[in-house]
């Protein structure tokens, strides 16, 4: 049981590029987001998804995409990175969006844009 | 979402309690309060939730006020290791979570 994996765990981008980050989780879990967290900082809502074909913007969606085609994975794509995109990238899942039920974190994808 | 409010910084010695508090004035009747930490360059970990009645594993306590606008996380006997930013969290029914700045927990031998 891996939990909720995140790959890579650092990537380094040029302006322009277009990258994907990846997370899968194999507990079976119908809630899953992405999150930013810059220095000093709490973590951000980008997108998140209650189920596979299923997503919705956060707080801060502008510059991401993601698509949830199966119930592990939800990839969250940078469509044309910017320097203002350099953050660290949590994505979590839980079993439902329900407030009783707590969250698990991946370890995290440190990007830098230059 | 309802908001809490926490101190920035706590500091503890090494194998004493520490009790840290979160008030959430705001809070409506179906929300859940979660403790979240982060210890350095990690995600997030899950510590406990409640929602009316005090809450204990193994991990910490979470104390929650009788009319629930206050709430304290309670690590009985800190360690070097739960030295960390501690995040309240309160929670709807069907919604996201919503970190704000925490508390950083510093932790002296």
Request: charged content about 15%; aromatic content about 10%.
């Amino acid at each position: 049981n891996a939990g909720v994996t995140q790959t890579p765990k650092f990537q380094v981008l040029k302006t322009g590029q277009s990258m994907t980050l990846q997370c899968a989780q194999d507990m079976n879990h119908e809630y899953m987001s992405w999150y930013r967290q810059d220095p000093g900082m709490g973590l951000r809502l980008i997108h998140y998804s209650v189920g596979a074909g299923i997503t919705d913007q956060g707080e801060v969606p502008n510059g991401y995409n993601v698509s949830r085609s199966t119930t592990e994975d939800f990839p969250l794509r940078l469509l044309s990175a910017a320097p203002s995109q350099t953050s660290v990238y949590f994505c979590a899942s839980s079993y439902s969006s329900y407030g009783g039920t707590e969250a698990f974190f991946g370890q995290g994808t440190r990007l830098t844009v230059v | 979402d309802a908001k809490t409010t926490q101190p920035n910084s706590m500091e503890s010695n090494e194998e004493e309690p520490v009790h840290l508090p979160c008030n959430h004035s705001t809070i409506s009747g179906t929300d859940y309060i979660h403790w979240y930490r982060q210890l350095p360059s990690q995600g997030p970990e899950y510590v406990i939730h409640g929602l009316t009645s005090n809450v204990n594993n193994r991990m910490a306590s979470l104390a929650i006020a009788e009319d629930r606008k206050s709430s304290t996380l309670i690590l009985h006997r800190a360690t070097l290791r739960d030295a960390a930013v501690y995040y309240c969290i309160l929670r709807a029914g069907y919604s996201t979570l919503t970190f704000g700045k925490g508390t950083m927990l510093l932790v002296s031998p």
